[in-house]
């Protein structure tokens, strides 16, 4: 149980910062950020051992840096189709 409660935390520190490093504003629910910044940390960590930097002496500064980053470009990713969805139910209305 705790396991997942520090995913959880994790993906909304990571989305958290990710949503700090893209431009303009991201109208997207904190769910999701959650959601993009666990799919970041994981393809990051994936990266990462794939170029040999996953556990390095100390803080993993190249490790952080690919998740944050795989993090944005997936805000930057979901952003627009979170956005177009919305326009579309709310126009469905009417």
């Known amino acids: 149980m705790f396991q997942i409660i520090w995913i ?4 909304l520190v990571i989305g958290l ?3 700090l490093v893209v431009r303009g504003p991201q109208k997207i629910p904190l769910w999701l950020t959650i959601v993009v910044g666990i799919i970041g940390a994981l393809v990051g960590n994936i990266i990462a051992g794939a ?4 556990n390095t002496i100390g803080i ?3 490790r952080h840096l690919l998740q944050v980053g795989v993090a944005a470009g997936l805000i930057v990713l979901v952003t627009p189709v979170w956005m177009n969805r919305q326009s579309r139910s709310s126009s469905d209305h009417y």
């Open 60 to 62: 993993d500064w190249i």
């Open 17 to 19: 910062l990710a949503r």
């Open 8 to 11: 959880v935390i994790a993906g």
């Open 51 to 54: 170029i040999g930097v996953r």
